[in-house]
């Protein structure tokens, strides 16, 4: 069994170049689902950043995480901190999305049963990930992935 | 009001009691959507489900919830209590459906503030 915390590096507070760290997401594996989240919310922290912009990166990275599991082949979830700003890029491998402005829409989803069963696929997660960000682009190749930026402002 | 307060209080079966039983709940959600629940629950919240499954954890870790409780007698998947164990989060078991528990719960809330 993977011990969450382990994958949580220290991180200086002090240190004035940007912070960047990637984390692998397995698509299709709900078992590990939420834990790159985990550890982003909990190197936020770490940094001091204030409750609310842990909060809304807590939940726009978990929304692009459940997207990848849910979803693609795999992806990637890159996240970098600077003096400014929290950047969150989701890049995935997979079908992609036909229709962004559809996917978009509050209640859309093509989720499977399997995966509405599971309280995910209720087509809330793009909705939150636009709410909780600051500046939010998406775009898409199809049958090669998706690519999501989110940018959360520190102050 | 605390986790073990609400435990004697609703008769709840407590299945993971790794986490901190004196901790404060500062109020409820119910929901079965985890993106519902990201959205728009608050930290310290006593959270009401019908999931069992492991992604529970990670929801209730990340928006910093006091605790789970299971509706309608439902047991967590085990992996769902070893998950519990590592991220330091009670889950509880209840015999009432949600719109019974919430109420409870919502009740015992406003009494105690």
């Known amino acids: ?46 940094m001091g950043l204030p409750a609310d912009v842990v909060r809304k990166a807590a939940i726009v990275s978990y929304e692009s995480e459940i997207n990848i599991v849910s979803y693609a082949k795999k992806g990637v979830i890159k996240l970098t901190v600077d003096s400014q700003t929290i950047q969150i890029e989701a ?23 399997k995966i509405r069963e599971m309280g995910f696929g209720a087509g809330m997660g793009l909705c939150n990930i636009k709410n909780y960000s600051d500046t939010f682009n998406i775009s898409s190749e199809i049958g090669k992935g998706a690519f999501l930026k989110m940018i959360i402002d520190r102050h | 009001m605390n986790i073990e307060t609400i435990i004697k209080e609703l008769n709840l079966k407590l299945r993971s009691a790794t986490g901190d039983l004196k901790k404060n709940i500062s109020g409820g959600y ?84």
């Open chain 1, 1 to 46: 069994m993977v011990v969450w915390k382990k994958l949580i590096t220290p991180v200086d507070a002090t240190d004035k170049t940007p912070y960047q760290r990637s984390f692998y997401v397995e698509g299709g594996n709900f078992t590990y689902a939420g834990i790159v989240s985990t550890s982003i919310k909990s190197i936020l922290k770490q």
């Open chain 1, 91 to 113: 890049i995935d491998e997979g079908p992609g999305i036909p229709n962004i402005d559809l996917a978009m829409q509050e209640g859309y989803s093509t989720a499977d049963q």
């Open chain 2, 30 to 113: 119910t929901g079965d959507l985890l993106s519902d629940v990201m959205a728009n629950s608050h930290e310290g919240d006593i959270w009401i489900t019908r999931q069992v499954h492991q992604n529970i954890v990670a929801v209730a870790s990340l928006k910093d919830h006091a605790g789970i409780i299971l509706i309608n007698s439902c047991e967590p998947a085990k992996d769902t209590l070893e998950r519990a164990a590592q991220e330091n989060i009670p889950i509880m078991v209840s015999d009432l459906s949600a719109f019974e528990l919430s109420g409870k719960v919502y009740d015992l809330l406003a009494k105690k503030d």
